[in-house]
């Protein structure tokens, strides 16, 4: 059984940065895909960025590009988000999950329980 605990979220300026954290524990961390979504209130979960198992290889949405950037630190089993130029729409509850590098959400086998962020506008 894999459980990943998210950490980092908070309240922010509109324009302020926030890093996200996700650490794993359970199975080989390192062979395995990671990845965030979001889900705003009232809203499906949509994806946000995902990592493949060296940290070669990033993807994110449209929405973030740019502004957001997703990294890894295998010894730690650790993923981040570095979440900068926050806006109000980027509010919401962040989940990180662990699987196949994607960018849907079938991509993956296990799932936090996320992080609340608000940015205040």
């Known amino acids: 059984q894999v459980q990943l605990v998210e950490s980092g979220g908070g309240l922010v300026q509109a324009g302020g940065s926030l890093r996200l954290s996700c650490a794993a524990n359970g199975r080989a961390f390192s062979v395995y895909a990671m990845c965030w979504f979001r889900q705003a209130p009232g809203k499906e979960s949509v994806f946000v960025a995902t990592?493949?198992?060296?940290?070669?290889?990033?993807y994110y949405a449209d929405s973030v590009k740019g502004r957001f950037n997703i990294s890894r630190d295998n010894a730690k089993n650790t993923v981040y988000l570095q979440m900068n130029s926050l806006k109000h729409e980027d509010t919401a509850v962040y989940l990180c999950?662990?699987?196949?590098?994607?960018?849907?959400?079938?991509?993956?086998?296990?799932w936090g329980q996320g992080t609340q962020v608000n940015v205040s506008s």
């Open positions: 990592i493949n198992w060296s940290g070669g290889s990033t």
């Open positions: 999950a662990e699987g196949r590098y994607g960018s849907s959400n079938y991509d993956y086998d296990y």
